[in-house]
T-cell receptor, first 113, second 115 residues
Framework: GDSVTQMEGPVTLSEEAFLTINCTYT??????LFWYVQYPGEGLQLLLK?????DKGSNKGFEATYRKETTSFHLEKGSVQVSDSAVYFC????????????FGRGTSLIVHP | DAGVIQSPRHEVTEMGQEVTLRCKPI?????LFWYRQTMMRGLELLIY????????DSGMPEDRFSAKMPNASFSTLKIQPSEPRDSAVYFC?????????????FGPGTRLTVL
């Protein structure tokens, strides 16, 4: 079945550091890929997405590129801020059959001043 | 525009009591999802509706859990009887259509504590 694997957290960084959160997937067909962010006490919200191979999703300084050859969708940001502290979820939605999304376990990011 | 609305935001109940969680999806959205989030198990899909019809309820833990969607603007998740292991944050999410490219829009969640 479909699956998403994210790096274990927490990831702890100083402000202005470079961020990478790894995400790899297995899926049938050609899935759409998503990164969602969850701030403390809130629901998940879409951060960015990519719907086909080689597409780059970007939002709020975050970027991720859909790499079909390595089945990856790593999240990056050049300079993190304290306000980026949250839990980040990688997810996929496959095109074959059910469109029910599959979520990773989430990666907690803590940014210190 | 109003997002997904859930009520109550917090619920504290005693073991054995019935609990009903409510969700109003975004107007015009055809798909609705109920999730449960815990530290141990992460985010779990409980049930998925499309056009008010339950499509996949394989994630519903057991017969104590039931979900309904009587119309396009309202859904409930009921637990009867509740148990301490049901303590979690329950999220409702909606999406525009039944397509792989669709974004899910999550509500703020209901934090359930069963004593």
């Amino acid at each position: 079945g479909d699956s998403v694997t994210q790096m274990e957290g927490p990831v702890t960084l100083s402000e202005e550091a470079f961020l990478t959160i790894n995400c790899t997937y297995t899926a049938t067909g050609y899935p759409s890929l998503f990164w969602y962010v969850q701030y403390p006490g809130e629901g998940l919200q879409l951060l960015l997405k990519a719907t086909k191979a080689d597409d780059k999703g970007s939002n709020k300084g975050f970027e991720a590129t859909y790499r079909k050859e390595t089945t990856s969708f790593h999240l990056e940001k050049g300079s993190v801020q304290v306000s980026d502290s949250a839990v980040y979820f990688c997810a996929l939605s496959a095109t074959g059959g059910s469109y029910i999304p599959t979520f990773g376990r989430g990666t907690s990011l803590i940014v210190h001043p | 525009d109003a997002g997904v609305i859930q009520s109550p935001r917090h619920e504290v109940t005693e073991m054995g009591q019935e609990v009903t969680l409510r969700c109003k999806p975004i107007s015009g959205h055809n798909s609705l999802f109920w999730y449960r989030q815990t530290m141990m198990r992460g985010l779990e899909l409980l049930i998925y509706f499309n056009n008010n019809v339950p499509i996949d309820d394989s994630g519903m833990p057991e017969d104590r859990f039931s979900a309904k969607m009587p119309n396009a603007s309202f859904s409930t998740l009921k637990i009867q009887p509740s148990e301490p292991r049901d303590s979690a944050v329950y999220f409702c999410a909606s999406s525009p259509e039944d397509r792989s490219t669709d974004t899910q829009y999550f509500g703020p969640g209901t934090r359930l504590t069963v004593l």
